[in-house]
Nanobody
């Protein structure tokens, strides 16, 4: 079983920055593939970024956040981060951390449903 707890959300003006954190427990964290997803009101949850163990860590991003967001991890702290810069109003959503994510038929998902409770990010124009 994996327990995830996000923090770091808040209200920021367009062009600003936030760093989200996701503290994980209950698993061998260093080998877990971790990801961030988001869900805006009235929309489906969507993939944002992933950091995947494949003999080393590789990162993946949705196109709209490339160059603005950076996913990273600190295995000593069992924590994964999402640094978000140059935020836009369309980035407004609840952001969720997920563990043991996989890419299947072009979609990232957590087969074991390891999700955090979410943290709200609001970007004002």
């Amino acid at each position: 079983q994996v327990h995830l707890a996000e923090s770091g959300g808040g209200l920021v003006q367009a062009g600003g920055s936030l760093r989200l954190s996701c503290a994980a427990s209950g698993s061998t964290f260093s080998r877990n593939s971790m990801g961030w997803f988001r869900q805006a009101p009235g929309k489906e949850r969507e993939f944002v970024a992933a950091i995947v163990w494949s003999g080393g860590h590789r990162t993946y991003y949705r196109e709209s956040v490339k160059g603005r967001f950076t996913i990273s991890r600190d295995n000593a702290k069992n924590t994964v981060y999402l640094q978000m810069n140059s935020l836009k109003p369309e980035d407004t959503a609840v952001y969720y951390c997920a563990a043991d994510i996989v890419l299947t038929y072009g979609r990232w998902r957590s087969p074991n449903d390891y999700w955090g409770q979410g943290t709200q990010v609001t970007v004002s124009s």
